[in-house]
């Protein structure tokens, strides 16, 4: 894994770094593909407004831009670039440093393998006990902040079971832990409205767009678990994995379905859509 | 300030590391004075409460005993001892490693400057906007997502307000950013429950046990903002400032009274009450 700090290769930060201590900062997962990083500008657009929403200047883009070129000319490719954005160092207190200086962290590292399965037959997912509080201030934007996910993660060790999906405390399904959901139900995309908690995918604003310019019907509405067991199709997506159909959740089983089919189509990444679907 | 990681002099952290990407671990603030970390037990107590809270193992106390004794030995006294515990490194994905290897973060920094003045006639506290939103799975531990206190504490510049007062949705009182908070109402002593949020504090735990020893009624309930504008007295608290009064909440002035006063008497610490109360 390459990895610069503040623009220099460096593999470690201070242990008074504010994003250890208390996660004060935020993070982008960007997959690059052919010396592009796909969807740049909705990743810097979150990160600007993970920026205003933790009541901090605007993230350094410049640097950011610098950092993303320098890595993707010496890295691998297909790759993962990880961006960390931190509010620096303090000794101890949770009074921010005055004056006040970003830290940039960037990694990048090879893609994950991606199994042609997962894209053409589905993944499997499962329920989480563990829920996702509310905190509106803090809803839809990446901070540092993941402790729910973490543990909803932590439920389960099934190599088989891709991802975990996520309820609110009314019982209002949120997303995976590590994606955004999309339910299909008589041609109608719906996805949870993130409000109150969850993180706002950008391949979830970029499937929303596609969505749109094909001119269909798209719902950021509260969704149950019943509306996921009568959807017609089912599928998690997220900036480095792409669409993954649900192929089951828990003991209920589906098939990847039209709408599913056409979006990966038009997305075209990480895996090419099976001939037959074409 | 010293640092050790795993035991080794070493002052910063792999940009892996989980408690920098996700806030997967805790974190302890311990006051050493006179060679003595104070509440040592009730420290480790904690961590061990957060690590079962977390689903992880049991924390490493012998390699903390000896991070304790190995920095205590050299460090400036008194001093304030660091412990964060994390859960060491991925690359990336909620998924933590396996197996499993803590990251013991231990450092030691001369202990802040304590105002003779915040002891015997208290301090300026005010209200925050910012809320405490409930998560009764982390409720109590000290772990490492605290941005709703890192933006709390960011709402305020003026030196000379000394802390501020946090609620949840609800409207309850919780507690400080950085202390728990004790209302004295008709010589019964009362703390927020922090069943839903909050930190539960060592000092917190320290002064209900003296308050028991000296057969005072201390009630863990829920506390509205009139209940604190009613009170006789009021004081916040935290491991290493001790127990300070607070003499002004917004526009209301309060008198350090009887009850805080013993209660500092029997604390003793980080400063001599006046003699003239005594």
Chains 1, 2 share one sequence.
């Not at 005055?98 to 329920?127: K, N, T």
Request: charge should be positive; glycine fraction near 10%.
């Amino acid at each position: 894994m390459l990895s610069w700090v503040n623009g220099r290769p460096q593999d470690a930060v201070p242990v008074t770094d504010r994003g250890l201590s208390y996660g004060d900062g935020l993070f982008e997962t960007i997959l690059v593909a052919s010396g592009q990083a796909l969807g740049w500008a909705l990743h810097m657009d979150r990160l600007a407004r993970g920026c205003s929403a933790l009541g901090l200047p605007p993230p350094p883009i410049d640097g950011l831009n610098a950092d993303r070129a320098g890595l993707c000319a010496i890295g691998p490719d297909p790759a993962v670039l990880k961006i960390i954005l931190t509010v620096g160092g303090t000794a101890r207190g949770y009074a921010r440093p005055d004056p006040f200086a970003w830290r940039r962290i960037v990694s990048l590292m090879p893609a994950p393998a991606w199994l042609r399965d997962d894209y053409e037959s589905g993944i499997r997912v499962r329920w989480c006990r563990q829920l996702w509080f509310s905190d509106p201030d803090l809803a839809g934007i990446k901070h540092l902040n993941r402790l729910p996910q973490v543990r909803a993660r932590a439920e389960w060790t099934d190599a088989g079971i891709a991802e975990g999906l996520m309820r609110d405390p009314e019982g209002r399904v949120i997303g995976g832990t590590m994606s955004n959901l999309f339910v299909i139900k008589d041609a109608v995309l719906a996805t949870p409205n993130l409000t109150q908690c969850g993180i706002a995918g950008t391949m979830r604003a970029r499937i929303m767009a596609i969505a749109h310019r094909l001119g269909w019907t798209v719902e950021e509405t509260a969704l149950s678990v019943m509306d996921c067991y009568r959807a017609d199709e089912l599928f998690v997506c997220n900036a480095v994995r792409g669409i993954r159909p649900i192929r089951q959740l828990e003991s209920r089983m589906f098939r990847p379905g039209p709408v599913t089919r056409a979006l990966q189509r038009e997305f075209g990444f990480p895996w090419p859509i099976p001939e037959d679907a074409r």
